[in-house]
């Protein structure tokens, strides 16, 4: 899965760029039909509201198009920005100008790295990690710190440890149904570190891309709305789990200091987010009961989490897991054998899923592997445990 990258002329920075296997399986199963992919974190397209999709872009078309098919600001659409800023977020010093729309949560990352890691920042992750974070910030050849996640939260003995002995600089964290771990930050431990950011003045990067995922439709307080450090604090979102990954529209909430920094950053990255899918979506949000969505999205992926759990029980009882509040996966152990042994052994037996190992800050080997349970039938992923359990028991016999 290993991709070769150019040393000639590249400059020293892409020595650093991992590549992400979640990338390579994807590939492969759209190369191959035959593979059962439990490796993505796809929405499953049958909660897309096509016939609002479709009413609201040709609505676009007739109705907006000097708008919708222009060069726009490079912040974003301003309408877009306040619906943001209403509805989507729960900092109490934002507004619509605090918002930049960006090409899905993963630009986001990729400008706070550029604006602040280099070799001489420390940088705090949870461990494990969400993979397009340290593909972001890599590039940017900072330190890497990390702290062990419990179903709670991170462990805060070790992270008052870091903190102690260690100038961190940045934090970045996914506190609400943690990719892969499936974790949620415990309301205690969102204030209890809050307080510890403030008191060693440290930014925060807080992706909240499956916030509203939650099973029961409960939402909890972002880590950030805690922080009195307001100028040291900035929280992601997307639209690509709770409307479209299609859309490829996220935003960031940018403090005052930093605004026009970051928006000279996207300028020269992209200079302006999609136009057409910032006016459509601004107008599915006027359209549709987004509360309504939302609530058949989280029973959905309840009920798929509830299917891959049961299977599971059934086919490869010695494994385990943790039950997730929400999200789109499960963080499974498979106590006997390699990961990668395991991947390779599946893959030729037409199923996917990640290996652990691409979600350590240190690429430590794992017994660990993420199994997304949204976008197979259930009927499909039944066919695919039972060959996840045949290699399983061909490997270990």
């Given at each position: ?54 009413s ?66 420390n ?48 934090f ?26 403030d ?27 805690f ?11 997307s ?10 529209l ?29 006016v ?16 058949s ?44 042994e395991?991947?390779e052994?599946?893959?030729?037996n ?15 080997s ?20 039972k ?11």
């Amino acid at each position: 899965m290993e991709t070769e990258l150019p040393t000639i002329f590249s400059a020293k920075r892409t020595s650093f760029v991992r590549t992400s296997v979640i990338r390579e399986i994807l590939k492969l199963t759209v190369e191959n039909s035959d593979i059962l992919s439990f490796a993505g974190g796809l929405p499953n397209p049958d909660l897309f509201p096509k016939d609002v999709f479709s009413s609201v872009m040709e609505s676009v078309v007739r109705e907006n198009i000097s708008t919708a098919f222009q060069y726009g600001d490079s912040s974003g659409y301003e309408a877009l920005r306040t619906q943001i800023a209403e509805k989507l977020t729960d900092v109490s010093w934002v507004s619509s100008s605090s918002i930049t729309i960006t090409h899905g949560s993963q630009q986001g990352l990729d400008i706070l790295g550029k604006i602040f890691m280099d070799s001489d920042t420390n940088v705090l992750l949870e461990d494990p990690v969400y993979l397009g974070a340290l593909q972001a910030f890599s590039p940017y050849h900072p330190n890497f710190f990390s702290v062990p996640m419990e179903p709670d939260g991170p462990n805060l003995y070790w992270l008052e440890e870091i903190l102690s002995q260690n100038k961190i600089h940045v934090f970045y964290a996914n506190p609400s149904y943690q990719n892969p771990s499936t974790y949620t930050w415990s309301l205690e431990k969102r204030i209890k570190i809050a307080n510890l950011l403030d008191t060693k003045e440290i930014i925060l990067i807080e992706d909240e891309a499956y916030r509203y995922l939650d099973f029961e439709g409960k939402v909890y307080p972002s880590v950030s709305s805690f922080r009195k450090r307001n100028d040291l604090t900035f929280v992601l979102g997307s639209f690509s789990k709770i409307l479209s990954p299609g859309f490829r529209l996220g935003w960031v909430v940018v403090p005052d200091l930093y605004r026009n920094l970051f928006t000279a950053v996207k300028q020269g990255n992209d200079l302006n987010s999609n136009q057409f899918s910032q006016v459509v979506v601004s107008n599915l949000l006027k359209t549709m009961d987004f509360d309504v969505h939302l609530r058949s999205i989280q029973s959905f992926y309840k009920g798929q989490k509830e299917s891959l759990v049961s299977l599971l029980g059934k086919y490869l009882p010695e494994v385990k897991f943790s039950l997730p509040e929400g999200g789109m996966f499960l963080w499974v152990e498979y106590p006997k054998g390699t990961s990668k042994e395991l991947m390779e052994h599946c893959l030729k037996n037409g199923v996917a899923m990640v290996p652990g190992t691409e979600f350590s800050p240190a690429s430590r080997s794992s017994s660990f592997f993420r199994m997304n349970f949204s976008f197979l039938t259930k009927d499909v992923m039944e066919i695919g445990v039972k060959r996840i359990a045949d290699v399983y028991r061909d490997i270990n016999t």
